[in-house]
């Protein structure tokens, strides 16, 4: 198996734009998880996936973000518009079973919002 | 303007030394703990793990304790090589809330090793 995939590696992009990041989860993996890490705040969990159902998304920042999951292989998380504080690392995760087994991460998506 | 970043607690050891790197937790519902390392540029990457009604597992040169009194889990690593230096975070999951399975992150201790 490749593991996590995400993409885009690195993303640039101006204020008030519209950002989509998107991951593929590992086959068979039924829980996915997208994580912010920022020098100031660290690795923040922002939405929790568990069988493509949002269990958990109390760590979304605001309105601005949101994210889906419309099969068990494909996860986006969209920003719109974005801003500059939105920079960061986004990493996506995913693990098998909903109460067990280590999450593994992939390489994560470097967003820069100028 | 300034940059003020996350101040993170760093462990410096010499090469052959062994590192022991601590975490405490604050959720008593947590019932599965893991230790990642994440290396500059790369997303973090999982080392080892222990389950609740454990006190200690041991993987290859890595140890896991577990505390379940007070809350705190610790990591050690045997015979610490360069490679190891990189940035370590506890994790753990449980019922925050009523999400259960959730996987909550430390702040990171940042380990180098001097050769």
């Known amino acids: 198996d490749a593991g996590v995939i995400q993409s885009p590696r690195h993303e640039v992009t101006e204020m008030g734009q519209e950002v989509t990041l998107r991951c593929k989860p590992i086959?068979?993996?039924?829980?996915l998880f997208w994580y912010r890490q920022t020098m100031m705040r660290g690795l923040e969990l922002l939405i929790y996936?568990?069988?493509?159902?949002?269990?958990?998304d109390s760590g979304m920042p605001e309105d601005r973000f949101s994210a889906k999951m419309p099969n068990a292989s494909f996860s986006t998380l969209k920003i719109q518009p974005s801003e500059p504080r939105d920079s960061a690392v986004y990493f996506c995760?995913?693990?098998?079973?909903?109460?067990?087994?280590?999450?593994?991460f992939g390489q994560g998506t470097r967003l820069t919002v100028v | 303007g300034e940059n003020v970043g996350l101040h993170l607690p760093t462990l410096s050891v010499q090469e052959g030394d062994n590192s022991i790197i601590n975490c405490a937790y604050s959720?008593?519902?947590?019932?599965?703990f893991i230790w990642y390392k994440q290396e500059s540029g790369k997303g973090p990457q999982f080392i080892i793990d222990?389950?609740?009604?454990?006190d200690k597992r041991q993987g290859q040169r890595v140890t896991v304790l577990l505390n379940k009194t007070v809350k705190h889990l610790s990591l050690q690593i045997a015979a610490t090589q360069p490679g190891d230096s990189a940035v370590y975070f506890c994790?753990?999951?449980?019922?925050?809330?009523?999400?259960?399975?959730?996987?909550?992150f430390g702040k990171g201790t940042k380990l180098s090793v001097k050769p």
């Open positions: 994790a753990d999951r449980g019922n925050y809330g009523g999400s259960q399975g959730n996987l909550i």
């Open positions: 222990i389950r609740s009604n454990m």
């Open positions: 996936f568990n069988n493509n159902v949002p269990i958990d």
């Open positions: 959720n008593s519902a947590s019932d599965y």
């Open positions: 086959s068979g993996h039924n829980s």
């Open positions: 995760a995913s693990s098998l079973g909903r109460t067990g087994g280590e999450a593994f």
